[in-house]
Structures are given as structure tokens and as C-alpha cells.
């Protein structure tokens, strides 16, 4: 059979492909500095992790101390998790009293994940933003390190979009890697979490408690690896068999998990939509950022950031974390930025995709505006307008 050739599709300024937390800001980002802006999603509900894979906690914006360390459309988007749903925010923070955690005074929060999914796709709406879900993107047309557009696979067949920019906030790292920017694996405890209703659970809800109501479970690997099934290895997500192999793994763990309760005493609510791989493949770009820039300040910082896991902890996010100098039209954002180690474990959570999908969104309306591309863009500029934004250099 003869593969039809794709239907051309209207072009964009700006392609961001990926409708997770840093895809959105990043899409927001661009359309309110004027872009014409497309954000494509391969499933059709957005949030990724944050709702799709059931990790609805929005980790700390603060340094654990009391000190904000990140603002700007990322604390747009923890207000907007709880704005029609539960919330554990500290009293300090706006939280209700009687659900606040005394000893724990960090700007975060748990929140509904299907409620916020519905509140993105209206976020982006106000924002501008033109929407494609159920649209796959499968290559990247690039030609001399320039992408010139996003051939996608849709219900309707295959399409062409043109674009002046693309963004990648795929979480996989997808386009960039297909497009030929150097990439890096990352390796992966078998984790999955569910969300469970218990007996408990449901008369906390009855009392109006209902953040406890929903409660996480998880089976397999804790987020240092305590857990993970002896003899099996690191696993990686290059292969939809890789993914078979993670999903049904995790499955398996969770059913055992879940035959180890009675079967009037609980409910799962819901499986997550999507693999809750940590780390799947992220760029190699202009600087790595490998967690040891604790109290550095670059000149070209897109904002700052603590690290969810401690406290105290101060750092910058360069904005050459954000593309590779040889595709100079094409971005990154989210947990592909260019980051190692220890770095990797600082930039991939929620509040730092947001960060890092708005300095990747600006950055490329600023360089349509003036005529430039990531290699060339003032980052005074792009620094001072992110500043006008909100967004905080700490």
C-alpha cells in the first residue's frame, strides 16, 4: 500500500509539542508574547505526570525555609491545581487551617488531577493557545539543523504543520532526539502509582477531608529505589516493548498489592494513563547542569529553583540548558532540558518544568520579535522580560 503524503496544515510561530505542565507554560508563554502558538498533545488529557500519571503533588516552589524560589506562570499553575479542589497548601500559603500541616511550612500542595486536566484545557483557551489533542507527532522536518515543521499521525491521517520554533516537551525527548540533537538515556526504578479509596478515606471525605480521601498508592520502587524487583535491572524507554514491559510489571505489583486487602474495603479510583518513568531521554545541550551550581548565579538564568528533596538548597537554571547551538530554532523544556545526576533529580519535578517551559516559551517569542534564534537572543532581554513576568532570581 502506498503511504499517502501529509495533508499541510496551517503554520505556527511556535510548535510546542507535549501537553504536560512545562509544554503548557511553555505554549502560554509564547502565545502572551504574541506568538501564534500550536500545542499538540498525543493523548486528550493534559498534564502529563502531573494528572495522566497520578504524581498530584505540586513539589515545593519555596526552599523549605520560607524563601520563594520560583513564581511566574509555575505559581500560576499551583494556585490553579487547587482552585476548584481540595488542597493541603500551609495556612501561610492561603490553605484552609483545619487541613494546613503544622510542621510542614513548604509553598506545596496535593490537588485533584482530573479536576486541574479540565482547568489546563481551559487555561490554555483564556491564554490563546490552539489546541491538538490525539495528535502524535512523529518527526521533526529538519534540514541543515533547521525544523521547519512537526509531521504528525492523527485519527484524520497524516499532517503537516509549519513552524518558525518548536519546543519539545515531550517528557521523551522525542522530537529532539529524532531530529539529531544529542541525547542521553536515563534509567528507571519500576515504580507505579494508582489513586485508592478506602473505608478510612471515605469517612474523611464524609467529614469534608476529601485530600485524604484520595490517597496515593504505589507498588514497586520508592523514589530511592527501596523496592524495586530483585534481579531486575535499570530499565530505560527506548522501545514501546520497554513501555509494555514497565506498565505490566507495575500492574502485576500493584494487583499483589492490592490482593493483600479485602475486596469490600477499598477501591482503585483510577490507573495512571501513562508510565511513571522518572527519566526517559534528555538533550545534551550548550551547559549540563549537573546539581553542583548550589548558590551560583548565571548571567543567562531563565529563574531560580530549590530541590524538592532538601531544603535550604538555592540554584539558577541557565537558559543554555534549553537547546543545543547546532539546532539553533529548536527548544526544550521540561525533564529533557540538558541535566545530569543530581541535577536531573533538581529540574524534572513539576514546579521546574514550568520554570524551564516558560523560559523556553519566552525565549522563543523574543527571538521572533527580534529576529534572532537561540544561539543569538540577548538573554538581558530575555532575563528582563521574564523578570517582568514574575519570575524570580533568587
Not at 539543523?145 to 491521517?157: A, D, Q, R, S
Not at 517551559?357 to 522563543?364: C, D, E, K, L, V
Not at 543569538?376 to 513576568?389: F, Q, V
Request: glycine share 12%.
Amino acid at each position: 500500500m502506498k503511504i499517502p503524503e501529509p495533508k499541510l496544515m496551517p503554520a505556527y510561530d511556535v510548535i510546542v509539542v507535549g501537553g504536560g505542565v512545562a509544554g503548557i507554560s511553555a505554549a502560554v508563554a509564547a502565545s502572551r508574547k504574541g506568538a501564534k502558538t500550536l500545542l499538540m498533545e498525543k493523548s486528550v488529557i493534559l498534564g502529563g505526570l502531573a494528572t495522566l500519571g497520578l504524581i498530584s503533588w505540586y513539589e515545593p516552589i519555596c526552599d523549605g525555609t520560607g524563601k520563594q524560589m520560583i513564581s511566574g506562570i509555575s505559581e500560576e499553575l499551583i494556585r490553579l491545581s487547587v482552585r476548584e479542589s481540595f488542597d493541603d497548601l500551609p495556612v501561610e500559603r492561603g490553605g484552609k487551617e483545619e487541613f494546613a500541616r503544622p510542621n510542614d511550612i513548604r509553598y506545596a500542595t496535593h490537588y485533584s488531577p482530573t479536576i486541574f486536566a479540565l482547568l489546563l484545557t481551559e487555561y490554555l483557551e483564556e491564554n490563546g493557545v490552539t489546541l491538538r489533542l490525539d495528535t502524535l507527532a512523529t518527526y521533526p522536518d529538519v534540514e541543515n539543523g533547521i525544523c521547519k515543521g512537526i509531521l504528525v499521525e492523527t485519527v484524520g491521517g497524516r499532517e503537516y504543520f509549519p513552524a518558525k520554533f518548536v519546543i519539545d516537551a515531550t517528557g521523551d525527548a522525542s522530537v529532539c532526539h529524532r531530529a539529531g540533537v544529542p541525547t542521553e538515556l536515563g534509567e528507571n526504578y519500576l515504580t507505579y502509582v494508582a489513586h485508592t479509596l478506602n473505608r478510612e478515606g471515605a469517612a474523611l471525605a464524609a467529614e469534608g477531608d476529601f485530600c485524604k480521601a484520595r490517597k496515593w498508592i504505589m507498588a514497586g520502587a520508592s523514589l530511592t529505589g527501596k523496592g524495586h524487583p530483585e534481579g531486575k535491572g535499570m530499565l530505560t524507554c527506548q522501545t514501546a516493548d520497554d513501555v509494555t514491559d514497565f506498565v505490566v510489571s507495575g500492574g502485576k505489583l500493584m494487583l499483589e498489592r492490592i490482593r493483600q486487602s479485602g475486596k469490600e474495603d477499598r477501591d482503585l479510583m483510577t490507573l495512571p494513563g501513562m508510565p511513571n518513568y522518572r527519566k526517559i531521554r534528555r538533550i545534551v545541550g550548550e551547559y549540563v547542569f549537573d546539581g553542583t551550581e548550589e548558590e551560583i548565579k548565571f548571567d543567562n538564568a531563565v529563574g531560580s529553583m530549590g530541590d524538592f528533596r532538601k531544603r535550604g538548597k538555592h540554584y539558577q537554571l541557565p537558559y543554555t540548558t534549553l537547546y543545543n547551538k547546532n539546532f539553533p530554532n529548536l527548544f526544550a523544556a521540561g525533564r529533557i532540558i540538558s541535566a545530569t545526576g543530581e541535577g536531573w533529580e533538581i529540574t524534572r519535578v513539576i514546579p521546574v518544568a514550568a520554570l524551564s517551559g516558560q523560559g523556553a516559551g519566552t525565549a522563543a517569542a523574543l527571538c521572533l520579535k527580534t529576529n534572532t534564534d537561540a544561539n543569538t537572543l540577548d538573554t538581558t532581554l530575555l532575563r528582563k522580560t521574564l523578570e517582568e513576568d514574575g519570575v524570580l532570581f533568587i
